[in-house]
């Protein structure tokens, strides 16, 4: 098995998480990309797939995914297993908590891929989000905010790797 982790990151939050899911797995079994330096097809290149996206500026997409969104409706994933995850502030952006996220789990939904990784929406305080899903019980991938609870993420991403990689082997 080996994964591929494409991740967007305009003050290194999201890139942190890509380093720390890479520390965890192993950077003998997953490849992180930042979409700044590589095209986005790259990831076709993998059959497990991670997705990592923030949200910025009131609901809307990091700069760099935005300036390959075109090519996310282009990519063939059907086959693939995908995961994702985001970063975001559901203080002070509570109405939009995720709503990247949420985008980018839309974006792809025409293809024939397994989802995998929701995440469930307790031990948050937000008031709107378009990463929800399954009744608004569940966020589309992970969800981390480190702005506000720094503290709790390194075991949720802990905890997120483990269903992740039990969900892909089942
Ligand atoms: C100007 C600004 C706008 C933001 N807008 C949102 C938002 O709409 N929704 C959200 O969940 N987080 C929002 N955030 C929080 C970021 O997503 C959060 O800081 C995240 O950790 C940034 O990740 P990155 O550094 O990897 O891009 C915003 C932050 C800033 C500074």
Redesign the pocket.
């Given at each position: 098995m080996k994964l591929g982790l494409f991740?967007?990151?305009?003050?290194?939050?999201?890139?942190?998480?890509a380093e720390k899911i890479q520390a965890f797995i192993g950077a003998d079994i997953i490849d992180i990309f930042n979409i700044k330096d590589f095209p986005l097809s790259k990831c076709l290149e993998y059959d497990f797939i991670i997705f990592?996206?923030?949200?910025?500026?009131?609901?809307?997409l990091?700069e760099d995914w935005e300036s390959q969104w075109q090519d996310v409706a282009k990519l063939d994933l059907s086959g693939k297993t995908i995961a994702m995850y985001?970063?975001?502030?559901?203080e002070?952006?509570?109405?939009?908590?995720?709503?990247?996220l949420g985008m980018l789990h839309e974006a792809i939904s025409h293809n024939d891929c397994r989802r995998i990784g929701f995440w469930p929406n307790q031990g948050y305080e937000?008031t709107g989000?378009k990463a929800l899903i399954n009744d608004g019980q569940d966020f589309v991938g992970l969800s981390?905010?480190?702005?506000r609870q720094y503290d709790l993420s390194e075991e949720r991403i802990q905890t997120w790797i483990v269903q992740i990689l039990e969900e892909y082997a089942n």
């Open positions: 991740y967007g990151s305009t003050t290194c939050y999201t890139e942190m998480t990592g996206i923030s949200t910025w500026d009131f609901g809307e990091q985001g970063q975001g502030d559901q002070d952006y509570g109405d939009w908590f995720q709503d990247a937000f989000s981390l905010d480190d702005e």
